[in-house]
């Protein structure tokens, strides 16, 4: 016979226990959407998934990474760091660190040491104006390494006006802020040009004005002489950025959008003076940043690894879009075994479609930095 | 039983909220042209129908810092929101705050000062009277609600559409002086936004030449990410929405009807069938005022407003 207070005591027991577990059975029914993102360097791509050629440079959360022989290094603390790209020579990258007033380039090495500052935008004046502070994004140098290429909002109308349009500006890579020119004029409240690369004859950039429905849009443009008008490469209804040449510079990858919540990863051949046809090759993703393998073998994008996600790396194999000519079928010889009527060709099996894969799952990659992809 | 008791503590944080967030009943001041009669389901206690038939939510969003005294707050954020649920459309139509109207409190002035002088009543009143429509419910936010609901749901994926660089930017949600300013810089393109930057293009307006109806295109982009993401959250998400939210929500939707909207608005996955419409020129154009007021081209307007509205 239990006594009835060890019986009570007991039930009592068992309602905490059972109450307490309701409580946390359903805290852990939550949704995983509200998680952050994981350190890169926590969960390195899976062992089972390839491990892209060379070094792959990337931002997470003010931070620059590297993605080296399938592992992710932390190359800097979470400062601002973001938009890195590299010397001709590969040694050494550059980066801008940003605050919340104004932004800089810098020179560091490949380990993320920082080798010396390149623009000094901050204010230097004694009443406090935070207008007086510049932005510097973008940065690339051309293939002699002698000019530092970048956005900038130097020719912004401040203190007469709010307008912050930055311009595409060119600047000797060992001179100075004040050395800079303005190679474009950024229009008028529009957001200006951005994402410079220097090419042969000139420079490429994303140019965002209004267009004819009344609407910013982004358009690639190209322009061989500083101060000079340039001239528009895609259409403004496509509305494209984040222009990415291919190793051998005879494509552009880029992200175009159609003035819409989506946005189409695109790559069209370069002559060296015109675009050849756009050509969509991933339309079901949010992609951003498409960033071609050194070695030609693909292209690296970034994009949510689930719907409405923080954005994940991803891979898109060269076959993918540029698949190899099919082989020819192989023709009867004349006089040969077979000399009857022919049989009917077999159906030639269809290749297995080329899809994107998922390289990172649990990150967030920022989407707005572009990625950089050294040998 | 324990078990429910634990599920019910469980969603305590929620239930506070609904509690205290739902239900407002609309006080509107008189006004002698004014239109608007609190409705049926404006009232908590109002027994709830199911939603079968269009109905049409005022959407208010107000900067409420320590600038602002109590509920005299200006609605930096007006949106029309038309949901069909039988034909799964929604339409939503952005109010400039600038546009230069008849309060329904009395008087002229701009449309973002109504909710001030009276509160929700008085904007949906405004809104009512002026743009003949007839308003079911409201839903009124807080700038760091929206804030916390965006980092809630764990950041939202917006295609900006354009660079939005400001270099006065008024640093008033976790600055200790409110008429501070920052400077702003949110990239072009696809991007995951946290509530801060999501915040910041939605709000910022100095470097568009469009102003406000530049901003309320932005709005509404943001608007549509928040609802695409919310589609993935499930019930137990909700205390910690809750907590996010707390004090920063207002609604005259009772909580019959909120539950009702869950699913319905989970069952909405047609991007396309959203009409977004923004009252630029020339349903309005800048008077020339030594004040930004906008003035409206009822003409125009009216008609807009009873197609999409009626």
């Not at chain 1, 931002?59 to 601002?80: C, I, K, N, V």
């Not at chain 2, 429910?4 to 042209?33: D, H, M, N, R, W």
């Not at chain 2, 008085?122 to 980092?151: R, Y």
């Not at chain 2, 300013?181 to 293009?201: C, K, N, S, W």
Request: hydrophobic share 40%; charged share 15%; aromatic share 10%.
């Amino acid at each position: 016979m239990i006594p009835r207070f060890v019986l009570g005591v007991a039930l009592a027991a068992v309602m905490v226990v059972v109450g307490t577990f309701s409580y946390i059975y359903l805290g852990s029914k939550q949704s995983k959407i509200a998680a952050p993102p994981e350190k890169p360097t926590v969960s390195s791509p899976r062992a089972q998934s390839l491990v892209l050629p060379g070094t792959l440079y990337l931002t997470q959360s003010g931070a620059l990474y590297d993605l080296a022989a399938g592992r992710f290094h932390q190359l800097t603390g979470e400062e601002g760091w973001t938009q890195p790209s590299a010397t001709p020579d590969g040694n050494s990258l550059l980066a801008v660190r940003q605050n919340a007033l104004f932004s800089d380039v810098y020179v560091l090495n490949r380990f993320g040491r920082v080798q010396r500052q390149v623009t000094d935008n901050a204010s230097h004046q004694r009443f406090q104006d935070i207008g007086y502070n510049y932005w510097s994004f973008y940065p690339r140098l051309s293939p002699d390494g002698q000019t530092l290429w970048m956005t900038y909002d130097g020719l912004k109308c401040h203190p007469e006006c709010f307008d912050v349009s930055l311009a595409v500006w060119a600047m000797p890579f060992n001179g100075n802020i004040r050395q800079a020119h303005a190679w474009t004029d950024g229009g008028y409240y529009t957001g200006g040009d951005v994402q410079p690369i220097p090419i042969a004859g000139g420079v490429m950039y994303t140019k965002y004005s209004y267009g004819p429905d009344g609407k910013l849009v982004g358009q690639l443009w190209f322009t061989g002489r500083a101060g000079s008008f340039g001239r528009p490469l895609t259409d403004p209804s496509v509305d494209c950025r984040s222009p990415s040449v291919s190793p051998d510079g005879n494509q552009f990858a880029m992200v175009c959008t159609y003035e819409k919540q989506v946005s189409y990863l695109t790559i069209a051949t370069w002559s060296g003076e015109t675009i050849g046809p756009l050509k969509s090759i991933i339309t079901n993703q949010l992609v951003a940043q498409p960033t071609w393998a050194p070695d030609g073998s693909g292209i690296a994008y970034l994009a949510p690894g689930a719907p409405a996600g923080p954005f994940q790396l991803w891979w898109l194999p060269k076959a993918a879009y540029a698949p190899p000519p099919p082989s020819p079928s192989p023709s009867p010889t004349p006089g040969g075994p077979h000399n009857g009527p022919l049989p009917s060709p077999s159906p030639i099996p269809a290749a297995p479609a080329v899809k994107p894969i998922q390289v990172t799952t649990n990150n967030g990659f920022d989407a707005t930095s572009p990625m950089l992809w050294l040998g | 039983m324990s078990a429910v008791a634990g599920g019910l503590a469980y969603f305590i944080p929620a239930a506070q909220l609904a509690i205290e967030s739902t239900g407002k009943v609309l006080q509107v001041t008189p006004s002698p042209s004014m239109l608007f009669s609190p409705s049926p389901s404006s009232s908590a206690a109002a027994t709830v129908a199911p939603i079968s038939g269009a109905f049409t939510v005022l959407l208010l969003g107000s900067d409420d810092d320590s600038k602002f005294i109590g509920d005299h707050v200006l609605t930096q954020s007006m949106i029309l929101v038309r949901v069909v649920p039988s034909t799964k459309q929604v339409t939503m139509l952005s109010i400039p705050r600038d546009l230069y109207v008849h309060l329904s409190t009395g008087g002229s002035a701009k449309i973002d000062g109504a909710y001030s002088y009276g509160g929700p009543g008085a904007a949906v009143a405004t809104v009512e009277q002026d743009f003949n429509v007839h308003i079911d419910d409201f839903i009124w936010i807080g700038l760091l609600g929206l804030v916390k609901l965006i980092d809630a749901i764990g950041g939202i994926d917006v295609v900006t559409s354009n660079p939005v660089f400001d270099d006065y930017y008024p640093a008033d949600i976790y600055s200790n002086w409110p008429y501070d300013y920052e400077r702003v810089a949110v990239f072009a393109g696809p991007q995951h936004l946290d509530g801060l930057h999501a915040m910041q293009y939605v709000r910022s307006r100095h470097g568009d030449l469009q102003s406000d109806i530049g901003r309320s295109q932005r709005q509404q982009q943001v608007l549509i990410a928040i609802r695409q993401k919310a589609r993935q959250l499930s019930p137990e998400d909700l205390p910690a929405l809750s907590a996010a939210l707390g004090g920063e929500l207002k609604t005259s939707m009772g909580l019959g009807k909120v539950a009702q909207l869950l699913p319905l608005a989970s069952s909405f996955d047609n991007p396309d069938s959203i009409n977004q419409i923004i009252l630029a020129n020339p349903y309005t154009h800048g008077c020339g005022c030594p004040e930004t007021y906008l003035t409206a081209n009822w003409g125009l307007i009216l008609p807009l407003v009873h197609q999409y509205f009626p």
